[in-house]
Protein backbone atom coordinates (compact mmCIF):
# COMPACT_ATOMS: atom_id res chain seq x y z
CA UNK A 1 0.00 0.00 0.00
CA UNK A 2 1.52 3.47 -0.66
CA UNK A 3 0.64 6.82 0.36
CA UNK A 4 1.77 10.04 1.86
CA UNK A 5 4.16 10.60 4.77
CA UNK A 6 2.14 13.15 7.07
CA UNK A 7 4.91 13.74 9.76
CA UNK A 8 5.33 17.55 10.69
CA UNK A 9 8.55 18.30 12.41
CA UNK A 10 7.69 21.86 14.03
CA UNK A 11 10.81 23.67 16.10
CA UNK A 12 11.16 27.14 17.20
CA UNK A 13 8.53 29.34 18.56
CA UNK A 14 5.04 29.57 16.74
CA UNK A 15 3.71 33.36 16.98
CA UNK A 16 0.47 35.05 15.56
CA UNK A 17 -0.09 38.49 13.67
CA UNK A 18 -2.66 40.38 14.22
CA UNK A 19 -5.63 40.62 11.63
CA UNK A 20 -5.23 43.62 9.31
CA UNK A 21 -8.07 46.26 9.11
CA UNK A 22 -8.97 47.23 5.48
CA UNK A 23 -12.05 49.91 4.69
CA UNK A 24 -14.38 48.26 2.82
CA UNK A 25 -14.96 48.75 -0.86
CA UNK A 26 -17.85 49.92 -2.15
CA UNK A 27 -20.14 48.08 -4.88
CA UNK A 28 -19.08 46.93 -8.12
CA UNK A 29 -20.40 48.84 -10.87
CA UNK A 30 -19.99 46.80 -13.79
CA UNK A 31 -22.81 46.38 -16.39
CA UNK A 32 -23.37 42.61 -15.84
CA UNK A 33 -25.77 42.46 -18.60
CA UNK A 34 -23.37 44.01 -21.53
CA UNK A 35 -20.61 41.81 -19.75
CA UNK A 36 -22.31 38.54 -20.29
CA UNK A 37 -23.04 39.56 -23.75
CA UNK A 38 -19.71 40.23 -24.29
CA UNK A 39 -18.31 37.43 -22.96
CA UNK A 40 -20.98 35.01 -24.80
CA UNK A 41 -19.63 36.81 -28.24
CA UNK A 42 -15.82 36.23 -27.23
CA UNK A 43 -15.08 40.22 -27.88
CA UNK A 44 -11.30 40.40 -27.98
CA UNK A 45 -11.76 43.84 -25.98
CA UNK A 46 -13.10 42.30 -22.69
CA UNK A 47 -9.97 41.53 -21.03
CA UNK A 48 -10.98 40.81 -17.62
CA UNK A 49 -14.24 40.32 -15.76
CA UNK A 50 -14.70 41.35 -12.29
CA UNK A 51 -18.10 39.95 -10.67
CA UNK A 52 -16.74 40.55 -7.12
CA UNK A 53 -19.11 42.74 -4.77
CA UNK A 54 -21.76 42.35 -7.30
CA UNK A 55 -25.66 41.98 -5.04
CA UNK A 56 -25.62 38.31 -5.55
CA UNK A 57 -29.65 38.07 -5.83
CA UNK A 58 -29.56 40.59 -8.88
CA UNK A 59 -25.98 39.11 -10.89
CA UNK A 60 -26.62 35.45 -10.20
CA UNK A 61 -30.44 34.72 -11.84
CA UNK A 62 -28.91 36.10 -14.90
CA UNK A 63 -25.57 34.73 -15.29
CA UNK A 64 -27.35 31.37 -15.09
CA UNK A 65 -29.94 31.78 -17.16
CA UNK A 66 -27.71 33.20 -20.10
CA UNK A 67 -25.89 30.25 -19.70
CA UNK A 68 -28.20 27.70 -19.43
CA UNK A 69 -29.34 28.03 -23.23
Known amino acids: ?9 LQGIAKYADFKMF ?5 NDTDVDASLQQLKDS ?3 LKELNLNNIKV ?5 RVACRFSH
Do not use: H, I, Q, Y
Open 1 to 9: MTGFNCRVL
Open 23 to 27: EEEGP
Open 43 to 45: DAK
Open 57 to 61: EACVS
